[in-house]
């Protein structure tokens, strides 16, 4: 009875270790990019893709640009992607100041019921002012992306120099 005992012992070991394990896993892989869906607003989207872009390889490389590529519109993926391309596109001399930027500050320009513009000042790590201007829509075809605002383009940075 005393052997049976010890195997269970081990047994039950084994399996609480695997479960720590696999739970230690699952936490510590890709953290869920958030998905468009109709009831984010179109500043929020700017919002969210800046707020990652700031933060660009937490919690995985280039975590940032991938959850900005989630709301990217189609039509502007087709002209920016696939994802790999959009990764060397954002890591270029053009875009590179938006990655692990310091801080940000957006200012609505222009809002319609299909179409809002923002201008987007970024402080790069460099310790330089960029300014963006950054436009979203929203999706009106039928499917999963109808009424989800999107972005449809990011101007090329204007550059208004040195914040020191």
């Not at 468009?36 to 660009?56: A, C, D, F, H, T």
């Not at 490389?61 to 502007?76: C, D, M, R, S």
């Amino acid at each position: 009875m005393k052997k049976y005992f010890k195997y269970f012992l081990y047994g039950i070991t084994y399996i609480v270790l695997v479960l720590f394990f696999a739970i230690m896993f699952i936490v510590t892989t890709r953290a869920d990019v958030i998905k468009p869906n109709n009831g984010i607003e179109p500043y929020q989207v700017v919002k969210i893709q800046l707020r990652s872009l700031k933060k660009n390889d937490d919690p995985f490389k280039n975590a940032g640009i991938e959850q900005t590529w989630e709301f990217a519109h189609p039509n502007n993926k087709k002209s920016t992607g696939p994802l790999e391309k959009f990764k060397i596109l954002l890591n270029s001399d053009s875009y590179n100041m938006l990655l692990n930027h310091v801080d940000h500050n957006i200012i609505e320009v222009k809002t319609t019921n299909s179409i809002a513009a923002y201008e987007v000042t970024v402080l790069s790590e460099g310790k330089n002012y960029y300014k963006f201007r950054w436009i979203v829509e929203k999706y009106e075809l039928d499917g999963p992306l109808k009424d989800c605002w999107l972005t449809t383009g990011v101007s090329q940075p204007v550059s208004l120099g040195s914040s020191i």
